[in-house]
């Protein structure tokens, strides 16, 4: 397949020009997707694309808190993924694999940061961005009050992961955001699991209590 860089966007030299075929490239599940991917059609990747960069967002957001180096995790963290596709070996493992991909990216560029600049977090960028970002055609109605519930939700969260000391926060969305074992989180931050599962608990008892604050 081509390594040389693409696009988040993808839309240069796909195969699937025919608006039918689209449509049925669009219903078919992930496996079908990465195993085209791999065969080198740009299309199928840029399906990928639309799936997870929302999630990826979130992800990169939640440890970073700035919309700007979060989007350039993201872009960085797809054109790896395109570059390296053909070394996964289990289509199933893609939604795991990708994502420890964007929170290694999130992580190296928190420990290059000497301090973080809380005043730099916006919570509302959390879900306008992760929503356009998801699909800007996005098909499913939602229902307002419902929305309005999730955002608020979504930005007192914001809120609070973002006083979280990074070392805490970092832990915290490694396993309730990508769902990684303690084993995976050790792995990634080069950490022993005790030490990850302390994190974890300490964030989660500051979490809960803000959250009743907020409430």
Not at 58 to 83: C, F
Not at 112 to 128: F, I, K, N, S
Request: with cysteine.
């Amino acid at each position: 397949m081509n390594d040389g860089p693409i696009d988040s966007t993808v839309t240069e030299n796909t195969p699937a020009n025919d608006p039918a075929e689209r449509s049925l490239l669009g219903e078919i599940d992930d496996r079908q997707l990465i195993l085209r991917a791999q065969d080198g059609e740009t299309e199928a990747f840029g399906q990928l694309v639309d799936r997870y960069q929302g999630r990826l967002f979130r992800t990169a957001y939640m440890i970073l808190a700035d919309r700007q180096d979060s989007e350039d995790v993201v872009q960085e963290t797809l054109i790896l993924a395109w570059k390296r596709l053909h070394l996964l070996e289990n289509p199933a493992a893609f939604r795991g694999w990708v994502s420890q991909i964007c929170s290694r990216r999130a992580t190296d560029m928190v420990r290059r940061r000497a301090r973080r600049q809380t005043d730099a977090h916006d919570p509302e960028d959390l879900q306008l961005e992760s929503n356009g970002m998801a699909d800007g055609s996005r098909r499913s109605r939602v229902d307002p009050a419902h929305t309005t519930e999730v955002n608020a939700q979504l930005h007192a969260l914001a809120q609070i992961l973002a006083t979280l000391d990074s070392e805490l926060r970092v832990c915290w969305v490694l396993r309730e955001i990508e769902e990684l074992s303690y084993r995976d989180i050790a792995q990634t931050l080069s950490l022993t699991e005790p030490t990850v599962r302390g994190r974890i608990a300490r964030a989660r008892t500051q979490i809960i209590q803000r959250m009743e604050e907020w409430r």
